[in-house]
């Protein structure tokens, strides 16, 4: 999910098999994943935003999750 949803550049490789079929050679944290992580960081941002995932019973897509941080992290600089 984090590499079709553009926070990881990387690859599912199926070719070594075994037990566990998939490997997930990650390579890079792109910039929206720099964007994410730091948003997340902050305590008060965060604790915002677990509150409000919360009344979706605390389960959120990644997509959603990110404009939720961004609209967080917009409203607190207007301060």
């Not at 997930?24 to 935003?49: C, E, M, P």
Request: proline share 3%; hydrophobic share 40%; net charge positive.
């Amino acid at each position: 999910m984090l590499i079709d949803d553009g926070l990881i550049e990387g690859r599912v490789s199926d070719e070594i098999g075994g037990k566990y079929p998939r490997h997930y050679v990650i390579q890079r944290l792109t910039s929206a994943g720099h964007d994410f992580l730091d948003a997340s960081r902050n305590d008060t941002i965060w604790a915002k935003f677990k509150k409000r995932a919360a009344k979706f019973g605390g389960s959120l897509s990644i997509p959603v999750a990110m404009e939720l941080l961004k609209t967080l992290l917009k409203d607190q600089l207007k301060l």
